[in-house]
């Protein structure tokens, strides 16, 4: 018992040792903490300079980290592509804000009218946060993945995972019936086209080929074998089929006689059912007739309108027409009338010239 204990105890503190991260993962987290801390005394510096220097001397003394940072930060950068490793290309990324922030203090604290002093206090203190938060996701998901490649368990479950098997019997016997029917159906088809072409070559020349009519045959002793052997298959078949319903028939005798108590009690249950099933298919079928009877009714009068739209239309074409005719009457009236009395004033006018003349000679 004791020395079960002892290996107990030594299996319980390695698996405790093992749990700690590895040298790597802190490696990661303390370098972004002294990259933090680098940062915060970068702006305190600044602040000290601000403080103590001239801001021309200042203003180009910014300017000169702002380029050192950005060239670096292109250096990494390109050393990130070159070795597609993205730790690399984040801090790349890092150094390029720093540089851009670098160049825009004196323009933001112009800009927002604040102390200069206050202004890098602010931003040490948002860089700050950033870099703890990134250390604190690192360590994280750094540790997720140390605990997983420790742990056995989605590999057993990976292992202990049952082989579902699908039942093919019944299929592969569809299968089966279904290949033996396209295959007879070609066939024929294969028959059909070869006997027209014979009937073909008979109204070309009466000779018909020999070939033809041997594969013909063939073929047809083919069909006859497959057919012969398909009903074997199905008297089988059959038997088996017997011999299942047998064998049901016994099970179902069984369990009608246990069953039939039952049944007794849910007679009445089920009737209420059938009657309720009966009265919902009754009123169904009767809203069906009063649906087709609402569109028949519908139909007819939609029917009836457009009739009565036709007759009011011919109608008052017809009014049209008989005004039209009218018309023409009523113009050819006038024209007959105007005509005689044109006449008549001629006749008039041609009088009295010729009295007129006849006067003149007189005098």
């Not at 002294?34 to 103590?52: D, E, R, T």
């Not at 299968?175 to 008979?202: F, G, P, V």
């Not at 249950?269 to 007739?289: A, D, P, Y």
């Not at 739209?309 to 039209?324: A, G, H, L």
């Amino acid at each position: 018992m004791r020395q079960k204990n002892i290996i107990q105890k030594d299996n319980i503190k390695s698996t405790v040792v093992s749990k700690k991260l590895p040298k790597e993962v802190k490696s990661r987290i303390l370098k972004n903490l002294l990259v933090a801390i680098m940062v915060v005394a970068y702006f305190l510096i600044l602040i000290l300079a601000h403080q103590n220097m001239r801001p021309e001397r200042l203003a180009g003394d910014i300017e000169i980290f702002a380029i050192a940072y950005l060239v670096s930060g292109l250096i990494v950068l390109e050393r990130a592509y070159k070795k597609d490793d993205g730790k690399l290309a984040i801090t790349s990324i890092e150094l390029l804000v720093l540089s851009f922030h670098t160049l825009s203090i004196n323009h933001m604290v112009n800009i927002l009218k604040s102390d200069f002093s206050t202004y890098l206090l602010i931003s040490s203190g948002a860089f700050s946060i950033y870099f703890i938060l990134k250390t604190i996701i690192i360590y994280t998901k750094d540790r997720k993945q140390y605990l997983n490649s420790l742990s056995d368990i989605s590999e057993i479950v990976n292992e202990d995972k049952p082989i579902i098997k699908e039942a093919t019997k019944k299929t592969k016997k569809v299968d089966d019936i279904n290949n033996e029917n396209d295959t007879k159906l070609q066939e024929k088809k294969d028959i059909n086209k070869e006997e027209n072409k014979l009937k073909d070559n008979k109204n070309k020349n009466d000779k018909p080929n020999k070939t033809v009519n041997k594969k013909v045959n063939s073929q047809k002793n083919k069909l006859k074998s497959t057919a012969t052997a398909t009903q074997k298959k199905k008297v089988i078949k059959d038997d088996d089929k017997k011999e299942s319903e047998e064998l049901n028939t016994k099970k179902a005798k069984t369990k009608s006689n246990k069953t039939s108590t039952k049944k007794n009690e849910k007679e009445p249950i089920k009737e209420v059912k059938g009657k309720q099933t009966n009265n919902k298919i009754s009123e169904k079928s009767t809203n069906k007739k009063k649906t087709k009877n609402n569109t028949e009714k519908s139909e007819t009068n939609i029917k009836n309108e457009t009739n009565k739209k036709k007759t009011k239309n011919n109608t008052e074409k017809s009014e049209t027409n008989i005004k039209n005719e009218t018309n023409k009457k009523k113009t050819k009236n006038n024209t007959e009338k105007s005509e005689p009395n044109i006449k008549n004033e001629t006749n008039k006018n041609q009088k009295q010239l010729k009295n007129k003349k006849e006067v003149n000679k007189n005098d």
